[in-house]
């Protein structure tokens, strides 16, 4: 059995007077009429993973049924739609001014795949500075602009699976599943990102000299959702000060630990992304 990994100190030790706004203001942009459900299980992670507050942006149309189902905790903010449900170009004005107050933006789950909001996504990524998880359809939407990559000051954090990886970059699916390392460490590189390759022994890289191979997490964690909850863990440590490579190495492990926890009581088969969202301070406990 692998020894725990110890997580910075950031992480573990707080202040006696310290306050929520120490810990970052998170904006996550997700969710569509079709998958309200990741939004959520993003949001709730990063609150679980110690951020200290999370705001919840999605389509207007769905603010409700999501403020009845979210945590308590988690703040939303209704946005204009288009008519499949799905963010709007013109919410960009909204989210601009919203920006302002937050630091860490995730963008992404289940935000679908309309061609409107996809123009919104690769504007706020090329219009945004602060430290940035981009994941789900967020990286679909920047195929074929991958320049808006290369330009950004505070450096972006790429969470693909391989298919989501072979769509970004036009590499075949067969040659990323036989050079990993290789591919994702000279994608990272040139696009001056951080990328979180997923899979068996996922991929962290900063296309430099730090590479870490994951070890934790199992079969049963290959199920919807999954990755949303893994965006949210980056983006609570990124928000409690971690530098991008480290929220996004010590991410990747907490959520593998959390799975292999999780399914020693709910077995690889009946495994559901909740389900790691639950064991989140218990993996953090045994890495402390």
Known sequence: MLKPMRLPTQLLQRKVKSHKGDFGHILILAGSSRFSGAALLCAESALRAGAGLVTLGTPKSINLAIA?????????LPLPETREGTLSLTAFAKISSFLKNADVLIIGPGLGNNPATYALVRKIIKKTKLPMVVDADALNALSNHLEILKSHSAGIILTPHEMEMSRLFSIGIDSIKKNRKLIAKKCAKYYNSVLILKGHNTVVTDGGKQLYINKTGNPGMAKAGSGDVLSGIVGAF???GLANFKAAKY????????????????????????DIINRIPEAIKKCS
């Not at 009845?68 to 939303?76: A, D, F, G, I, L």
């Open 238 to 240: 990124l928000s409690q």
């Open 68 to 76: 009845q189902r979210k945590p308590k905790e988690v703040m939303t």
């Open 251 to 274: 991410a990747v492990y907490i959520h593998g630990l959390a799975g292999d926890i999780a399914a020693k009581d709910k077995t690889q088969v009946g495994l559901i992304a909740s």
